[in-house]
């Protein structure tokens, strides 16, 4: 019996190994300029002015799964939608692909794309750990003529043990304690 009570006790110590949330991470793609104030963004030969977009996530690399997912963009698609997304190219660890939409009352629809096959994958993507990360980035729009690739970069940080894990190790913390507690009671 006193094995038993032992062996539990060992394992109710190895829980806290199991509670961990480094599977989840924030992830900040930082503002990026596209078709800057001397740019060559024209529709039907008037210039359009820069596109500004930044977004934030939150990504469970566990289940592929983004969540509060907020896109910022000021300029010609500056009516952006809080909506992507696609997500393909989900390998483990990284994120090769994302598109959100953006939209414009006078422009019609663009995408916004973080397309690391845009230049052969040269770029490393994003990955679950922590860190900055180069971004392989496009706006795509059949209104628009010129360039719309750039380079930006991405923060990805930790995100805190959610409040059902620490739940989880007090539970079994108290609960090994109790069995210390009713083993050295048994063995005397």
Not at 7 to 27: E, G, S, T, W
Request: proline letters at 7%; aromatic letters at 8%.
């Amino acid at each position: 019996m006193a094995l038993k009570r032992l062996a539990l006790i060992v394992a109710m110590l190895l829980i806290p190994a199991l509670a961990r949330a480094d599977n989840i991470v924030a992830v900040a793609m930082n503002p990026v300029e596209f078709w800057p104030a001397n740019g060559n963004a024209t529709r039907s030969g008037q210039f359009l002015g820069a596109e500004i977009v930044a977004v934030t996530f939150i990504w469970d690399n566990t289940t592929g799964v983004l969540s509060n997912i907020i896109v910022a963009a000021t300029g010609p698609f500056q009516n952006s939608a809080n909506n992507p997304t696609t997500l393909t190219g989900f390998q483990g660890p990284t994120i090769s692909f994302l598109a959100f939409t953006l939209t414009s009352p006078s422009f019609g629809t663009a995408l916004f794309a973080l397309n690391y096959g845009d230049h052969a994958h040269l770029i490393p993507p994003i990955a679950i750990t922590p860190g900055t990360y180069e971004t392989d980035l496009g706006v795509f729009c059949a209104c628009v003529t010129g360039d719309n690739f750039e380079i930006g970069t991405a923060m990805v940080t930790a995100v805190p043990t959610p409040e059902p894990n620490t739940l989880l190790l007090l539970g079994a913390g108290l609960a090994a304690l109790a069995l210390t507690i009713s083993l050295r009671h048994g063995l005397a």
